[in-house]
Structures are given as C-alpha cells and as structure tokens.
C-alpha cells in the first residue's frame, strides 16, 4: 500500500476518487451550495470552533475516556484491547458529536427548522436532543417498521419535543426515512437544516458529519499516545452508513503502521444474502445523492438490509469508505449476528460495560483479531454506543419478553 | 434534427403548446403501458415521458412513489422499460419519447450499453432526475453519440449561473419544476413561473416544459400561457389508480383527462 500522507479528498465537487458527489434533483443543488459555503467558512472560524468544543465539553461530556479492557484482552491472551467509551456521552452514542455540530451551524445559517432521519433512533434522538436546547422545530423521519421496533426510542424524542413521522413507503425502514426527509427538505428549503445522521448523502455532507466526527480519532490518537506511548497497531470499529468508522479512522489515515478494519454487519451470513454489508458483497451505484457501494440487484434496485443492529441496517455506505475500501488503506470485514450477540455477553460479563449491538460488531472483529497478536501490541476499538436501547433485541434472542 | 426538435418546431408552426404526459412503465401492470402509451398519443399528446420504476424516488411525491411500487411488484427493470419503447415503436415512428427516472440502472447497466440499447429501442431523450450537469461524466459523450436528448430540469432556486450550466448541456427541451417540493405537490403560484421563465428565456431558446402542479385543464392552460409544453404526472397517475380493481378502465380514464387539457391549451 502507497503511503496516503497527501491523503486530502473529497475535492472541491465533493469527490473521493470515483465515489461521492452530488447526485440530487435540482431543487436541491441551491441549498446543497449554501450548506457548502457555511460549512467552509464555520469549520475554518474561530469562534464557531470555540463554541463548538465547549458544547462538547460541557454538554457531550468530551473527552470520552479511553479504556484498557485488562480482564477482556487477559481472557482473549493476545493484543491488549483499548475500548473508546463513545457510549458515556450525552444520549449514549457518538451520534451527538455530530447533532450538536450541525445544529450549531444551523443556527448559524438562521434556520428554524431541524428535520432528521433515523433507523434505530440514536440520531433522532441526539438531533431532538440539540433542537430541543437550541428551541428549534424538530421532526424525525423513522421507517414504520422501524417505529415498531423502537418504541422507546420514538417516545424519548417525542418527549424531547419532536414530532416522529412514521415513513409508510418502501421497505418502511431508515433508506425510506432518508427519502422521506429528502422530499421534506426540498419542499421547505428556505427555513429547514437537514441533519444528516451519518457521512453518506450529497456533498458536502460526508466531509461534514466526518469533520464533527473526527474528534473521535484526534482524542484517541492522544489518549492512546498518553497510555502506551506509541500509536495503536490496529483501528477496528463497525460500518453502517460509517460515521463512528470514520471519525476514529481520519486523523490515523496517514499513520501507515495503523492498520485499519472496518466491520459490517453480515447479518445471518453473507451468503445467506440477509446481511447489511454492501462493502464486503454489494457494488457501486449511485443512492441518497452519492456514488458508492450498495446493495442492489441486477435491475440496480436497492435491496433491504438485515441485521440484528437496526442502525447498521442500512443498503448503503459513506462514500469515504467506498474509497477506502478501493485504496486498500481500510480493510473491510463482516461478523454475524452470531458473533455480535457472543461479544455482547462477553463484555458485559468481563468488563461491566453493556455495549450497543452495533459496537458489539467491532467488539466480536477485535476480539478475533487481537487474538492473532502478541501481548505488547494495541487494537483500539470505538465502542460507539451503550446497550441500553438493545435490552429487548437481547432479551427475545434469549427467549425473554421485557 | 431529433424528434424532439422537430415536434416543438412543428408545434410552434402551429401555434400550439405540448402536451406532456408522464407514466410510470409497468403501472399498473406491464401489459398495459404500450397500450397506453398509444391512447395517450390518440389523446392529443405530442411527447410522452416513461418513467423506470426505481426502488427509492427520492424526488417524487407519494403518488409517483406508489406507480413506482407497483411496477416493482411485477420486476419491471430498465431493460423491459426498454422492450416496451421498442414495441410502441412498431406503431408510432413520430411521437417523442424520454425515459424519466433514476441514475442507478442506467450505472448498473452501463453508460454506454444504455446509450446503445436506448437509440436501438427508439428513445428519443433521457432525464436522469437526480443527475445534476455536474454529475454527468461520460454519460453525455455517449447520449450524443447516439443522438439521445439530454433533458434537465430547472427549479425556482436554481441561480443565474445554474441555469447557464444546464443550458449549456441540455438538449431537446427544459423542464422547469415550477415549485420547491415534490412531484405531485399542491399549489402553483403562477407570478413566480413567469418571473423566472422570463429569466430562462432571456438565456436561451430551448423550448421549456413546465411540471409539477399541473392537476387539469384549467391549471395546465395557466401554465400553457407561460411556457412551451406541461407536463403532467401525478394527477394521471391518480387516474390510473382510481381503476386498479379494473385496469383496462385506466385507459379511458387517462384519456379523458388527456383530452380535456389538449382542448385546454388548444384554446389559449
């Protein structure tokens, strides 16, 4: 692999390489281009910076500790695992590092109104979360299938003051909720921010939800240096649309002795094609304004996703992975439902830490992994998420109804 | 000259505006969309715009959405969209055709092979909804190679240099979104299509068709003073629907509707 010190995409149409771009109806390229100029010039101002880290601070709980996981990594008797707690911040996942940043900049540009999609929930909820302390309108877009299996989530957001709008068309999960917030946005342009929950969508999306992200990596880039004195021999972390991916790889991306695994979800096993893994066995194709790897069939419709974490249920993947992947600087891999569930229970067992299922899939990959390696070198995982809104998934896998 | 050039220069020989109905092939089932596609020539329509069913329409209402489902019911893909362009050619050389729909078949497809089987099957132009000018890459060398229109589309926000841009590469007509929203969407304010189809025609002589609003006659005659053709979708799409118990229904039902708007603009 080339050293990827000069590593600076997407360019300035939003492309990184053959992936990204901006494949959106016209209504929307007016909007897109305002989005881009606040996006230039907040992320390079001062006092939006200087607001921004206080609220990570004092509202997010920032910085996220980073914590040797002794008992797990002695049980597995190989590497020594480094867990990035994203599940401590405010509403329990990474989502709200990017929430708070969007709303923020949408206060910025003067809009009013915040609409959002979600799939499990957390960004909902983390983006009703900041309209709420911002007084800004909210509404969610949530597949209703999605709004069945998450009742929990829905009523938290509606407590928060957002209206959830359940998404009737298509496969009633989070690519319709994003379709659905789409048709909002383009409808109601002149006062509505669209919060994107991940790095996927029209440029300049994927830079700008990898930007708020990236504070993940610069933290654990220092906290790992802090603790060991050297960087981490591998970065492993789950793979839905990739912001919590993203945000731990970016500020490594140069670091070639950093090897890097992206886990997807393989659902009931690739090869039963009830999987969410379209990096591992999908193909390029161009969904939600850009050009990456999907799942699609022959006839380039897009197949529905299944796996047992509802937020790595999604055909798609940010187009930086995309990218990545055909780089070859990120290896792409996949665990099983299976395995997920096993890493869950062990967690939760050796280290008192309930991880969400969704980190549960970067759990089972670094256990793997770090069993292939010595005791002296380092796997630093993103927990990206708590497991509290997993409680009944878990439950009915063991047979228990909550 | 393409088809579609010489239908609008005929139409403006004539005095006339184009009628521009949009369909969603398969809707409500496969076998009928030939057979509608001709009533709706017999109707008094001048170009017909076919939609490819795709599984996330991001930019349509749910109207469009819903034609779109049900043609996915029965598998339709981008290849069979094509078979049915060739058999309406077996009857009707004259009247224009363009493929409404997507980006993602015609990638899965290929570039190239699409451009190829596109002219083969007799399409005359293509709009690619979520393909912006930007976007358009290699598609363009080999929609030209193969005399296939490029249309876009133009919305009430799209700037001065936007529209230089699409200009510059479109061709056979523009379609003018004449509001913010979705296909299918309420309300038409009829100062704002005028200011901005001035400022469209202050930069080019392409023809413009103006969608997205257009329910009747009455609303199809308003937009008719101000543009060269309507477009209308949803609202025959709705037709469609209201005989899904007896689809054979659907054709005199769509060309009621047809007629009555052609008699609409006929009479500006």
């Keep these: 692999m080339t050293s990827l010190n000069q590593y600076n995409y997407p360019d300035q149409h939003g492309?990184?390489?053959?992936?990204?771009?901006?494949?959106?109806?016209?209504?929307?390229m007016q909007p897109l281009e305002e989005l881009n100029r606040a996006y230039q010039k907040y992320l390079s101002d001062a006092e939006f910076l200087a607001e921004l880290d206080a609220d990570l601070q004092a509202y997010v709980g920032r910085p996220s500790p980073l914590y040797h996981a002794r008992h797990w990594s002695q049980l597995i008797g190989g590497a020594q695992i480094y867990l990035k707690r994203e599940d401590l911040n405010h509403t329990g996942a990474h989502k709200v590092n990017n929430t708070v940043g969007q709303a923020l900049l949408a206060s910025r540009m003067g809009k009013t109104r915040i609409i959002a999609e979600t799939g499990a929930g957390q960004h909902g909820v983390a983006t009703a979360t900041v309209a709420a302390r911002l007084g800004l309108e909210c509404v969610v877009y949530m597949g209703a299938v999605d709004v069945e299996r998450q009742k929990q989530n829905v009523y938290r957001m509606k407590l928060l003051g957002a209206s959830v709008v359940p998404v009737e068309s298509g496969s009633k999960t989070l690519k319709d909720a994003l379709n659905e917030a789409m048709r909002d946005w383009v409808t109601n342009v002149d006062d509505t921010f669209y919060i994107i929950g991940t790095v996927a969508g029209p440029h300049p999306y994927p830079a700008l939800v990898r930007d708020f992200q990236a504070v993940i990596g610069r933290e654990a880039r220092q906290q790992i240096q802090d603790l060991t004195q050297r960087l981490p021999d591998a970065l492993v972390a789950c793979v839905g649309g990739g912001s919590n991916a993203i945000g731990l790889f970016y500020p490594f991306?140069?670091?070639?002795?950093?090897?890097?695994?992206?886990?997807?979800?393989?659902g009931e096993g690739i090869e039963t094609g009830r999987h969410s893994a379209?990096?591992?066995?999908?193909?390029?194709?161009?969904?939600?304004?850009?050009?990456?790897?999907?799942?699609?069939?022959d006839n380039g419709q897009i197949q529905e996703a299944h796996s047992i974490s509802a937020g790595l249920d999604y055909p798609g993947v940010g187009p930086e992975h995309a990218w990545l992947k055909d780089l070859g600087r990120?290896?792409?891999?996949?665990?099983?439902?299976?395995?997920?569930?096993?890493?869950?229970?062990?967690?939760?067992?050796?280290?008192?830490?309930?991880p969400a299922l969704e980190s549960s899939h970067a759990l089972a990959y670094a256990a793997k992994l770090a069993a292939t390696m010595r005791p002296d070198q380092s796997v630093l995982v993103n927990l990206s998420g708590r497991g509290d809104k997993d409680m009944h998934t878990v439950a009915k896998v063991d047979g228990i109804n909550l | 000259m393409s088809r579609l050039h010489d239908t609008f220069q005929q139409l403006k020989d004539n005095h006339k505006k184009a009628l521009i109905p949009y369909i969603t092939a398969g809707d409500p089932s496969p076998f009928m969309t030939v057979p509608l596609m001709h009533e709706m020539v017999a109707a008094g329509s001048d170009i017909i715009e076919l939609g490819v069913p795709f599984s996330d329409p991001m930019a349509d209402g749910p109207t469009i959405q819903r034609a779109s489902e049900r043609a996915l019911q029965h598998a339709i893909g981008l290849?069979?969209?094509?078979s049915m362009v060739e058999q309406f050619?077996?009857?009707?050389?004259?009247?224009?055709?363009?493929?409404?729909?997507?980006?993602n078949p015609i990638e899965v497809m290929g570039y190239e092979t699409f451009a190829r089987l596109a002219a083969e099957s007799g399409v005359d132009g293509v709009l690619i909804v979520d393909m912006p000018?930007?976007?358009?890459?290699?598609?363009?060398?080999?929609?030209?190679?193969?005399?296939?229109?490029?249309?876009?589309?133009?919305?009430?926000n799209s700037t001065s240099e936007r529209i230089e841009k699409v200009v510059s590469i479109a061709s056979g007509y523009l379609y003018y979104v004449s509001l913010k929203g979705v296909t299918g969407a309420g309300h038409l304010d009829l100062d704002s299509v005028d200011q901005k189809m001035q400022q469209i025609r202050s930069m080019t002589d392409m023809p413009v068709g103006v969608g997205f609003g257009v329910k009747n006659s009455e609303t199809a005659q308003s937009i008719g003073r101000l543009a060269d053709g309507v477009v209308i979708g949803s609202a025959l799409i709705e037709r469609i629907e209201s005989c899904l118990d007896t689809p054979e229904s659907a054709i005199p039902a769509v060309s009621e509707l047809l007629k009555s708007i052609r008699t609409g603009l006929d009479s500006i």
Excluded: W
């Design chain 1, 278 to 297: 379209p990096l591992c066995a999908g193909r390029p194709g161009v969904l939600h304004g850009n050009r990456t790897y999907l799942m699609e069939d």
């Design chain 2, 133 to 156: 000018p930007e976007e358009t890459g290699a598609l363009t060398g080999y929609l030209k190679a193969n005399q296939l229109d490029m249309i876009f589309l133009l919305a009430p």
């Design chain 1, 253 to 266: 991306i140069a670091d070639d002795d950093v090897a890097m695994y992206g886990v997807e979800a393989a």
């Design chain 1, 15 to 28: 492309h990184f390489g053959p992936y990204g771009g901006l494949f959106v109806a016209e209504t929307l």
């Design chain 2, 89 to 103: 050619r077996e009857q009707n050389s004259q009247t224009p055709i363009v493929l409404m729909g997507y980006l």
């Design chain 1, 330 to 354: 990120v290896n792409y891999v996949n665990v099983t439902n299976q395995e997920a569930l096993q890493a869950f229970h062990t967690l939760t067992r050796k280290e008192g830490i309930i």
């Design chain 2, 79 to 82: 290849r069979d969209v094509l």
